[in-house]
């Protein structure tokens, strides 16, 4: 069973930046495409940013030019840094890992909490 873990949330200023990881348990880190989602209150889990086991990363376009996703296979680790907050980026970010075999297993972590306010 693969858990993932996610910290780095908190509150922060519009204009600042917080860096989220994702830390995930099991052996099938490094073949999994790995994403990060959000969920603001009263809205619908959206996808922010992927990046697949051969590093091709995909955003959202709210966030391109802003937001970086990157992944260390050697620490079972995936990041999400986020620059230029705005009070708009607010939602529980959630941590996805897709991994494809003879089916399809999705795991999602717990959720970690951004708010951006002054």
């Known amino acids: 069973q693969v858990q993932l873990v996610e910290s780095g949330g908190g509150l922060v200023q519009p204009g600042g930046s917080l860096r989220l990881s994702c830390a995930a348990s099991?052996?099938?880190?490094?073949?999994?495409?790995m994403g990060w989602y959000r969920q603001a209150p009263g809205k619908q889990r959206e996808l922010v940013a992927t990046?697949?086991?051969?590093?091709?990363?995909n955003y959202v376009d709210s966030v391109k030019g802003r937001f970086t996703i990157s992944r260390e296979n050697a620490k079972n680790t995936v990041y999400l840094q986020m620059n230029s907050l705005k009070p708009e980026d607010t939602a529980v970010y959630y941590c996805?890992?897709?991994?494809?075999?003879?089916?399809?297993?999705?795991?999602w972590g717990q959720g970690t909490q951004v708010t951006v306010s002054s």
């Open positions: 996805n890992a897709v991994f494809i075999s003879f089916n399809v297993a999705t795991y």
């Open positions: 990046i697949t086991s051969d590093d091709y990363t």
């Open positions: 099991g052996n099938i880190f490094s073949r999994s495409t």
